[in-house]
């Protein structure tokens, strides 16, 4: 002790006239980069797959505006503002409602990491890729995971999830609402009346559905409903909404133990974000900018209403699905009521290879559209009209390029 004190005394004492104090010198080892002191260069492309959406000139534009401190009044305002158009575009009245700072990976693990604890069951419905890594995520945790597996394409019926719940008696069901990687919308109708039947609560993916599809999460009575900025909102991606129910709170606040993440701890961030009548306390630096796009990307979808933008997807998809039979294509979800509405599922014409048709499309006509992900790679094309790009004068326009794309990519005959 008496060492360190001596050090310490030696640091303060004052430097002699003239002295000065450098710092520890190397050599350079890594050069400045040749490429960038290039400009930066980025393509202008019609996303069709499905996400990221296009921008509308209205979220780049706030882009540009100054940046303001986090803890500022107007910072607060921004957050209290994007609140109540996550309140609407989810149609509920919980308090606790807020955006998360990451994509919608980081709002499914805010999710799973504050309501599960070690040995809670959860039980998963698995249809497409966001089941599968909702089952991950909570094995990662310590929950005994138990999932309900369906090929693409594939729903859950009330009676199947009723076996589930009987069976394993969870704590949690996960339901995807908007299966982007085959093209399916799980109704969601009884479902969170049913859980609360054995006690569980309902958790819903919205990523790919929310502002194209009807939900209600209150009236649906679903616990806990997260979605994204980079699809329907046309914001950039990097940042997702959020929302718990009553009953999902109330498990939150009982927990046993801490959650395993201190950055998507809820009960710091409903702080932070003014969900409690308590002074607000720093909890993280939030992406300033990318609050601001998301604020007006429910600003619009606000200003346009939901019901509006309900039936814009509706009638583009309707039209695309259309264009699609007309040139002997299938869809790959069959029954029409099943189909979600932003992300469409066309199944792969015989003797195709899927990369070529996306890299015609993308190189002959500068759009995008995806192939399959996950369960249902090599199985499907994706095509996604998100938001502003649901017209169908982009109908049109990739209805062209798959058409010419056809015609001219090699096709194995046997």
């Known amino acids: 002790m008496f060492r360190a004190l ?59 505006l100054p940046l303001i401190g986090l803890m500022h009044k107007e910072m607060f305002q921004i957050m209290d503002d994007i609140k109540q158009g996550i309140q609407y575009v989810f149609q509920t009245q919980n308090l606790l409602t807020l955006a ?79 299966e982007s990687s085959s093209g399916v919308l799980q109704p969601l109708d009884g479902y969170g009346e049913l859980c609360h039947r054995y006690k569980c609560l309902l958790l819903v993916d919205s990523v790919a559905s929310l502002g194209g599809a009807p939900i209600y999460m209150d009236q649906q009575e679903i616990d806990i409903l997260y979605s994204g900025s980079q699809k329907v909102l046309n914001s950039p991606p990097g940042t997702s909404i959020i929302s718990f129910s009553d009953k999902a709170q109330s498990k939150i606040y009982a927990r046993k133990t801490k959650p395993c993440s201190f950055y998507l701890d809820m009960k710091g961030l409903a702080n932070f974000w003014g969900c409690e009548d308590k002074p607000r306390i720093y909890h993280h630096t939030v992406p300033i900018i990318s609050l601001y796009s998301l604020r007006e990307s429910l600003a619009t979808i606000a200003e346009q209403g939901l019901e509006s933008s309900w039936r814009q997807h509706r009638e583009a998809a309707a039209y695309l699905h259309g264009r699609l039979q007309a040139l002997g294509l299938q869809l790959f979800v069959k ?80």
């Open 6 to 64: 001596a050090v310490a005394s030696v640091a303060l004492r004052p430097r002699k006239a003239g002295q000065v104090w450098t710092m520890a010198s190397h050599q350079l080892l890594v050069s400045p980069p040749e490429a960038l002191r290039k400009p930066l260069s980025v393509p202008s492309r019609l996303l069709l797959g499905p996400g990221p959406s296009n921008l509308t000139p209205r979220v780049m534009a706030v882009g540009s």
């Open 335 to 414: 029954n029409p009521a099943l189909r979600l509405p932003t992300i469409t599922t066309v199944a792969m014409p015989a003797g195709y290879d899927w990369r070529d048709i996306v890299s015609y499309v993308m190189d002959h006509f500068n759009i995008e559209i995806m192939g399959g992900l996950g369960p249902s790679v090599g199985k499907v094309l994706r095509i996604g009209l998100l938001g502003c790009n649901a017209t169908r004068e982009n109908v049109d326009r990739v209805i062209e390029a798959l058409k010419e794309a056809l015609q001219r990519c090699p096709r194995n005959k046997l």
């Open 100 to 178: 998360v700072s990451g994509s919608g990976h980081s709002a499914l693990e805010a999710a799973l990491f504050n309501v599960l604890e070690p040995g809670d069951s959860f039980l998963v419905g698995a249809n497409g890729v966001w089941g599968l890594r909702a089952a991950d995520i909570g094995e990662r945790i310590g929950a005994r995971v138990h999932t309900m597996l369906k090929d693409p394409g594939g729903h859950y019926t009330l009676q199947e999830v009723e076996e589930g719940l009987s069976q394993h008696k969870p704590a949690l069901l996960f339901l995807t609402h908007g």
